[in-house]
């Protein structure tokens, strides 16, 4: 307790790395519990560590989103270098995968999601972290992750050949290919880690794991990731070209954008399964021990299984029970429950198939007990009657049941995860509805209406969060009532509108997207070309801002004399990007 700052008093520490010490402390000024990180004492005379040490303060301050770690102050007090951070209440994905070693479909893809908006923001702020991994993404007890240690961030207007020699830096089992080369990076170096991440989350396995520091290294640049059915894991179609597509081994090959891989998350999911993943993201933060309920899109099917033998025979005993007039009986509730409990639904839409008939604890003594009364004893008329009509309802609505092809039999095949598609998650499949719905219910005329849909640029269309195709959308039918439209393209501005569909008539839609454009306000040398996307567009100064589509663009800047600076840049829709680019001379 006793040590800490003026500000600052030490409660606990959280944890040790190579060149950092974390602790909980309280800012007594604002009676608050912060995060304080400090820099080893035997690292404040070396000035490479310094150096990242203040690079991470100053990249991070610069930041502000709910998916960023907030940096709150920064010192250097009796020569030890202090950083001050929100302290996070919850833990690391490198924790929650060594407890759990996967991570359920869905919460790995909100998990991806949240962290592809908080790279959004550092990118269009000229910010490549270059050190993504499972350490440095942390969870809050509320399901919101976090992007944290911008140690080897790189600001995209301040790279030199110094910076550009240094990128080798970083997690090896995480890394580019282009950052294992030792060549520049932009923010496609992050995508490639995010995607490692998002594959060691699904498999539980780092894909490029190797016995050393080179071996990895060699993994990374000349082998592809294992297919996750290695690892025993099948991944739906869609999901899998997203994992595959930002661990290309060529940044042409990936997403190009933060924002891209995050909008392929949400076409995968649908945004109604995204909502829900993110609210059991907290799920993962269990205590040991903990038994967890994951939600019904997190499980998988398992194999389809008829189960109609199993009920036919037990409606063929039921029947030769009451025909041959047994000298044993039950009460209508006592034969209800071993019938019935052949196929049993759960809440979550899985079908457990229960013992055989006469094999469930408490059954077979009365089953036995009932032989023991003879054939020649007759079952009272009332009670009969009784059986005869449970008997049939319940096999009745068991039978039609087992005509569905998605029953799974729990004794034989494990309830794992699944995700289901959109159309799943908006309308109810048969068997969302339990055995004991109204037959008159699934007979119901349902009112529908019509809407087409055309435009231009080409877009995503989406009718209350679910993905229905791209425009043009010539006839699609939807239930009468209002209903959300949205229209996204890349570049663009989406469109959003509420619809009325009237019954039986066709609305129309003729939507035109507008260009996403920002500005860039650029301040260097004077006399320099500036290249945008390989065309020249003048020398500085420039007459002013620069406006540009929304997106990625490479920039460069040249200069006879001085080394030629050339990086992509982010530009954020009707945002500025600032930049000021100091040229090195040639000596």
Not at 18 to 27: E, K, S
Not at 35 to 63: C, G, P, Q
Not at 336 to 345: D, Y
Not at 356 to 381: C, I, M, N, Y
């Amino acid at each position: 307790m006793a040590e800490g700052s003026k500000n600052y008093q030490i409660m606990e520490l959280v944890a040790t790395g190579g060149t950092a010490v974390l602790y909980r402390a309280v800012q007594t000024s604002l009676d608050r519990v912060v995060a304080v990180k400090k820099l080893h004492h035997h690292l404040t005379t070396d000035e490479n560590f310094t150096r990242r040490f203040i690079l991470e303060a100053k990249a991070a301050a610069s930041l502000d989103h709910e998916n960023i770690v907030k940096i709150i102050d920064f010192g250097v007090e009796d020569g030890t270098y202090m950083m001050v951070m929100e302290f996070i209440d919850g833990a690391s994905v490198r924790e929650i995968l060594d407890k759990w070693k996967q991570i359920p479909l869905n919460l790995a893809f909100a998990l991806v999601h949240q962290i592809c908006m908080g790279l959004e923001h550092a990118h269009a702020k000229g910010i490549v972290h270059r050190d993504i991994k499972p350490g440095n993404i942390m969870l809050t007890r509320s399901g919101r992750a976090k992007i944290t240690d911008f140690g080897l961030a790189k600001l995209a207007q301040g790279q030199t050949q110094q910076t550009a020699a240094n990128s080798i830096l970083g997690t090896p089992l995480y890394m580019s290919p282009e950052q294992a080369f030792g060549e520049s990076v932009d923010q496609r170096s992050d995508l490639f880690s995010l995607g490692t991440v998002l594959y060691e989350c699904l498999t539980g396995h780092q894909p490029f794991h190797g016995e050393s520091y080179m071996g990895v290294i060699q993994n990374i640049i000349h082998q592809h990731a294992p297919h996750p059915s290695k690892y025993g894991v099948e991944l739906p179609a869609a999901s899998e070209g997203i994992v595959l597509k930002s661990m290309h081994k060529n940044r042409e090959g990936r997403f190009q954008s933060a924002r891209e891989f995050r909008q392929a998350v949400e076409k995968f999911l649908g945004l109604s399964a995204l909502k829900e993943a993110n609210e059991n993201l907290k799920s993962l933060l269990a205590t040991d021990g903990a038994t967890v309920v994951l939600p019904r899109t997190e499980r998988v099917r398992t194999k389809k299984r008829r189960v109609r033998k199993g009920v036919t025979a037990a409606f063929s005993l039921a029947a030769a029970a009451l025909v041959g007039a047994l000298g044993f009986f039950y009460a209508p509730d006592t034969i209800r429950k071993p019938i019935a409990g052949l196929v049993a639904r759960s809440g979550t839409g899985t079908v457990v198939e229960s013992p055989a008939l006469g094999e469930r604890t408490g059954h077979r003594d009365v089953f036995s007990a009932g032989l023991s009364g003879g054939l020649g004893a007759t079952a009272p008329a009332d009670t009969a009657a009784a059986l005869q009509r449970d008997a049939k309802n319940t096999v009745a609505r068991d039978d039609s049941m087992a005509n569905r092809e998605d029953l799974s039999v729990a004794r034989e095949h494990p309830v794992a995860r699944e995700v289901p598609s959109p159309d799943t998650l908006e309308t109810p499949s048969s068997d969302a509805r339990g055995a004991e719905e109204p037959a008159e219910r699934t007979a119901e005329t349902v009112k529908k209406g019509w809407l087409t849909i055309t435009g231009e640029p080409a877009a995503e269309v989406y009718v209350d969060g679910v993905y229905r195709g791209d425009t043009p959308l010539p006839r699609l039918e939807l239930l009468s009532g209002r209903h959300a439209l949205e229209c996204k393209s890349p570049k663009h501005e989406t469109y959003q509108e509420t619809v009325s569909i009237t019954a039986g008539e066709l609305s129309s839609r003729n939507i035109v997207l507008h260009r996403l454009a920002g500005r860039l306000s650029l301040s260097t040398i004077e006399g320099a070309e500036v290249h945008l996307d390989g065309v020249l567009i003048g020398v500085t100064p420039l007459a002013g801002p620069v406006e540009l589509d929304a997106g990625n663009h490479q920039l460069t800047v040249k200069k006879a004399g001085y080394h030629v600076w050339n990086n992509a840049v982010s530009i954020e829709a009707r945002q500025i990007l600032p930049l000021k680019i100091i040229l090195s001379p040639i000596y």
